[in-house]
């Protein structure tokens, strides 16, 4: 199982655990950005979110970063 990156961007996120962990993503460092895929946990589904990261990763192959 990849590893869960810890976050503190938003407290509110649908995707954050009670660890503080993000249970989607398994790498998490946007630099200087927010992250693209906060989501307040009210105003989401998982299929949501789940469509924005294939999305996301169909957006940046073949950009050279593995
Ligand atoms: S989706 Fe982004 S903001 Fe939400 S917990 Fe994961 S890394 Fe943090």
């Given at each position: 199982?990849?590893?869960?990156?810890?976050?503190?961007?938003?407290?509110?996120c649908f995707?954050?655990?009670d660890e503080s962990r993000c249970v989607c993503l398994a790498e998490n460092?946007?630099?200087?950005?927010?992250?693209?895929?906060?989501?307040?946990?009210?105003?989401?589904?998982?299929?949501?979110i789940e469509a924005?990261?294939?999305l996301y990763g169909l957006t940046h192959a073949g950009s050279g970063k593995e």
């Open positions: 199982m990849a590893s869960m990156p810890r976050c503190n961007k938003h407290t509110d995707a954050l655990s460092d946007f630099g200087k950005k927010d992250c693209p895929f906060y989501k307040p946990g009210d105003e989401t589904t998982r299929e949501q924005d990261i294939k």
